[in-house]
Structure formats: C-alpha cells, structure tokens
C-alpha cells in the first residue's frame, strides 16, 4: 500500500514538471542568451549597483527582468545566479591561462594565440580549456569589466601565499643567493602590478567606450524621433495654400501616426496637399 502511494505521488510531481513551460524547467544556455545577461551585468556596474562580491538587490532585479524582457524566457533568479557562478569560474579560468607566457589575448579576434605544442600541453592538464582554444571567448571583455575586482593572482592559482614566511629554501640560502632571489622577486612583483594596471587600464577604457556608445545612440534616436514632429507637421500644413478645414483637421488626426508624418514631410511642398486629399477622402470614405 505505501509503495503504491510512493509511486502515486512521484506521478504527480512529474505531472506537474511537465506542466511547466520548457523555459521554467531548465535552463539551456546559449552564447547569445549568455551575451544578453553579461551585458545586463555591465550596465549595472556602470550604474554603481555591484561591490566587490556581487551585485546590490537593485542591481540583481533589474538583470532578471531585463534578461527576461529581451529574452522572452522567464527563468527564476536562481538560475541566472547559477549562471554567473559560471560564468565567474570561466573568468579565473581564462585568466589563469593568460597568466601564462606562452598564451596571448587577441582583442580583434577576441581568442587566445598559442602555438599548438603550448595548447596541447596545457590541455592536456586543464582538458576544459579545449573549448576555448576552438572558440576563444568573445564576452571576455565584459567578464573582465564584471569580475577583475574580485578574482586575484591567488584564486587563480587556488591558494593565497604569505611572503611574510620564508621558505626552507630561503633559510638555506647564503645571504648572496638570499639577496639575488629577493631582487628577483621584487623584479616579478613590479611586472605583475603593471600587468594589473594594464588590465585596469583596458577595464575602464571598456567602461568608458560602452558609455559613450550608448550616449551616441540615445542622441541618434532622439534626433530622428524629432525630425518628424507633429509639430514640425503642423508648421508645414500652415504653409499650405488652399487647405480645407476638413482636410486640415483629418490630416492632424493623421499627424498622430509616425509613419504619415514621416511620409508627409519627406514629399515634396507642392505633393503634399494632393497627398493629404488623398489619405483623407480615403479614410471619410472608410467610415463611411
């Protein structure tokens, strides 16, 4: 009798995971669905909305329903979460292999350059990174943008080191080798933080080129919603010589539709009245 019950409810939860839309139930990720989410994370950056660990309340909501209004895809914060988890593991990745001297970031071709004995090598340790070799990774500017506060040397490498303690190697060392290694050091510390800086540098040039795109395009719409204006319409229709009334009012009627205005102001002043008559004694003969 239990076993029957068992398998009596385990039916219904099935029958109700199937009942759900195929874009609730899983997550299937592709690279678009991927850069429609990252791109989300920038704008929020720019916005101020994430600290060093992760974004604010404000900031995460606006990602959900914003991944959702231009996906269509009503996937629970959970899952988009999920994916930044991801996505932040593939940044340590991709950085932990460019820290490497045989590898190199090509920013036209937004993939990693090595000769084929370097990456047969290294994947041959790290067999993830197969895919990257075949695809390189064309969000890694913007994974840069979202996680370099966060992911250090150290995590890349899965440890943090405390160079306040020294090594057996060191005690055993004369005071001349002692005094060579810590040139060498200091020598690889300082070209760590200009390869820091660099990336800092490329990170707020991103920034920066990201904002003014979007100040470009927010002028260009703004001017080519103003171009034709109701009001620049009804300037026009003023100039006209022989205007009925009833055509006068229809066409302001008309002026509420963007395409009639388009069309109007981009004929010619002298078409513009037959055109006029014309769209009118349509639309009287359409109510009619």
């Not at 385990?10 to 669905?33: F, G, H, I, N």
């Not at 539709?257 to 004694?281: A, Y």
Request: aromatic share 8%; charged share 30%; net charge positive.
């Amino acid at each position: 009798m239990s076993s029957r019950l068992t398998r009596s409810k385990k039916q219904v939860q099935q029958q109700q995971l199937d009942m759900l839309p195929e874009s609730q139930s899983r997550a299937k990720w592709t690279s678009t669905l991927t850069k429609t989410l990252v791109d989300s994370m920038v704008e929020q950056i720019e916005k101020g909305n994430k600290s060093n660990k992760s974004f604010s309340k404000k900031g995460w909501k606006f990602i959900c329903d914003n991944f959702r209004i231009q996906t269509g895809l009503w996937w629970d914060n959970d899952q988009l979460k999920s994916r930044y988890s991801a996505l932040r593991k593939q940044y340590i990745s991709l950085t932990s292999l460019l820290d490497h001297r045989e590898f190199k970031w090509d920013e036209t071709t937004c993939t990693i350059i090595a000769t084929d004995e370097a990456w047969d090598k290294y994947i041959k340790e790290h067999p993830d990174a197969e895919a990257v070799r075949n695809t390189g990774c064309p969000i890694y500017n913007q994974l840069r943008i979202i996680f370099a506060e966060t992911a250090t040397y150290e995590e890349h490498n899965g440890s943090i080191k405390d160079s306040s303690i020294p090594s057996r190697q060191n005690i055993s060392m004369s005071p001349e080798e002692q005094s060579q290694s810590e040139s060498e050091k200091n020598t690889d510390m300082a070209s760590r933080k200009r390869g820091r800086r660099g990336i800092e540098d490329a990170i707020a040039k991103g920034i920066l080129e990201i904002a003014a795109a979007r100040k470009l395009r927010a002028e260009a719409i703004k001017k080519h919603n103003e171009r034709f204006s109701v009001t620049d319409c009804v300037s026009a229709l003023d100039e006209l010589q022989g205007v009925s009334d009833q055509v006068y009012f229809a066409a302001l009627d008309l002026f509420s539709n963007r395409s009639s205005r388009e069309t109007f102001l981009s004929l010619k002043v002298e078409k513009r009245l037959i055109w006029l008559q014309g769209k009118c004694s349509s639309t009287t003969f359409t109510q009619t």
